[in-house]
Antibody, heavy 120, light 111 residues
Framework: EVQVLESGGGLVQPGGSLRLSCAAS????????MSWVRQAPGKGLEWVSV????????YYSDSVKGRFTISRDNSENTLSLQMNSLRAEDTAIYYC?????????????WGQGTMVTVSS | QSALTQPASVSGSPGQSITISCIGT?????????VSWYQQQPGKAPKLMIY???KRPSGVSNRFSGSKSGNTASLTISGLQAKDEADYYC???????????FGGGTKLSVL
């Protein structure tokens, strides 16, 4: 079964750091780009970051640029998101999502999400 | 990058058809045939329903269809069923560095 599973969420103080992980299985991880999408409580979806299949290209939304870093380990089939200088507005469910084949820019497999709460 | 504009809510009766609009700009929807649509049931992860404007992933009912005209994309659901009640989000590419921008979401009620 094709699936991704997030972990690492929790409660962190403003200005703190947190590292999210996403374990992939059921597909050739190294062939697909991966992304993080978040959803604040009661709000809509917001794209956060994307990484190419090789890891050589990364992009970020303006809201997290300079604070978050996306990375991947194709030998371990894992995706990560290092989040620094966290703010209250970063509070959200963070979803790991697999991209459809290159060029289509859609997210076809989603995890169940991991909750990040930034509060003092 | 501003979010795409969707109606907050739409409703329909079982068996009817409804259309959800998604209004963007010439920088996103108007420039790329890379519009996708997602269904999100309460407490669940989003599910891909349409990609590349009008393509359905395997397993998605043919009651779901997508289209685009200019800066506006649309999702049509025909033969409405109670199980279609959910939030729906559109998404578009907005350039090489702005990988994706989502709409604000539309709550579909099946009356």
């Amino acid at each position: 079964e094709v699936q991704v599973l997030e972990s690492g969420g929790g409660l962190v103080q403003p200005g703190g750091s947190l590292r999210l992980s996403c374990a992939a299985s059921g597909f050739t991880f190294s062939n697909y780009g991966m992304s993080w999408v978040r959803q604040a409580p009661g709000k809509g979806l917001e794209w956060v970051s994307v990484i190419s299949y090789s890891g050589h290209m990364t992009y970020y939304s303006d809201s997290v640029k300079g604070r978050f870093t996306i990375s991947r380990d194709n030998s371990e089939n894992t995706l990560s998101l290092q989040m620094n200088s966290l703010r209250a507005e970063d509070t959200a469910i963070y979803y790991c999502a697999k991209l459809t084949p290159p060029g289509t820019r859609a997210f076809d497999i989603w995890g169940q999400g991991t909750m990040v709460t930034v509060s003092s | 990058q501003s979010a795409l504009t969707q109606p907050a809510s739409v409703s329909g009766s079982p068996g009817q058809s409804i259309t959800i609009s998604c209004i963007g700009t010439s920088s996103d929807i108007g420039s790329y045939n890379l519009v996708s649509w997602y269904q999100q049931q309460p407490g669940k992860a989003p599910k891909l329903m349409i990609y590349e404007v009008n393509k359905r992933p395997s397993g998605v009912s043919n009651r779901f269809s997508g289209s685009k005209s200019g800066n506006t994309a649309s999702l049509t659901i025909s033969g409405l069923q109670a199980k279609d009640e959910a939030d729906y989000y559109c998404c578009s590419s907005a350039g090489s560095s702005i990988f994706a921008v989502f709409g604000g979401g539309t709550k579909l009620s099946v009356l």
